[in-house]
T-cell receptor, first 112, second 113 residues
Framework: QKEVEQDPGPLSVPEGAIVSLNCTYS??????FMWYRQYSRKGPELLMY????GNKEDGRFTAQVDKSSKYISLFIRDSQPSDSATYLC????????????FGQGTRLTINP | DGGITQSPKYLFRKEGQNVTLSCEQN?????MYWYRQDPGQGLRLIYY???????QKGDIAEGYSVSREKKESFPLTVTSAQKNPTAFYLC????????????FGSGTRLTVV
């Protein structure tokens, strides 16, 4: 069993829809949770960073962490075609960790 | 502008040859990392380095080697011992401690022909 599981998709939704991306994990020691966005043939860029449980909002993006269920989510409101990318969840036990563990990534397409 | 530069963007290698991928950062980050990305497998850690002249193996270090002679530079050599080297290679860096995520380069696509 992988430490971090993420549905690879692909996921295709119409413009303006609310998108929900999810990851589950098995290591209860994970405390820091991140979402990265990766455009085709580019490196990932950090979107959201959350410590422990709770919600964090940044514009159209909301990150949610439920440590009791070992489940994290990224919500995208009012989705735009420019949001089309692969989204990777990542997590670690230690802040500034040397060993960030990544999910497989979910490929998302927003259709105009 | 600060960032991480990976070169080349595309690289072709014949079987049995060693090849070196370049990674340079001007962010004054302490730590640097090499990941490999294959379709459907996410990112897997090859090597990482916290300080100059020191580095540690990641989860898939076999067939790879690195050096960290300067804070700004962390080149990766893919040796002929790497059985399946065709992949997308990503270099990243971060501050230590108190980091809030990695900064990634744009990647190098290596193809063995």
């Amino acid at each position: 069993q992988k430490e971090v599981e993420q549905d690879p998709g692909p996921l295709s939704v119409p413009e303006g829809a609310i998108v929900s991306l999810n990851c589950t994990y098995s290591n209860s020691a994970f405390q820091y949770f991140m979402w990265y966005r990766q455009y085709s043939r580019k490196g990932p860029e950090l979107l959201m960073y959350t410590y422990s449980s709770g919600n964090k909002e940044d514009g159209r993006f909301t990150a949610q962490v439920d440590k009791s269920s070992k489940y994290i989510s990224l919500f995208i409101r009012d989705s735009q075609p420019s949001d089309s990318a692969t989204y990777l969840c990542a997590m670690s036990q230690i802040q500034g960790a040397q060993k960030l563990v990544f999910g497989q990534g979910t490929r998302l397409t927003i259709n105009p | 502008d600060g960032g991480i530069t990976q070169s080349p963007k595309y690289l072709f290698r014949k079987e049995g040859q060693n090849v070196t991928l370049s990674c340079e950062q001007n962010l004054n980050h302490d730590a640097m990392y090499w990941y490999r990305q294959d379709p459907g497998q996410g990112l897997r850690l090859i090597y990482y380095s916290q300080i100059v002249n020191d580095f540690q193996k990641g989860d898939i270090a076999e067939g790879y080697s690195v050096s960290r002679e300067k804070k700004e530079s962390f080149p990766l050599t893919v040796t002929s011992a790497q059985k399946n080297p065709t992949a997308f290679y990503l270099c990243a860096s971060s501050f230590l401690p108190g980091d809030y995520g990695y900064t990634f380069g744009s990647g190098t696509r290596l193809t063995v022909v």
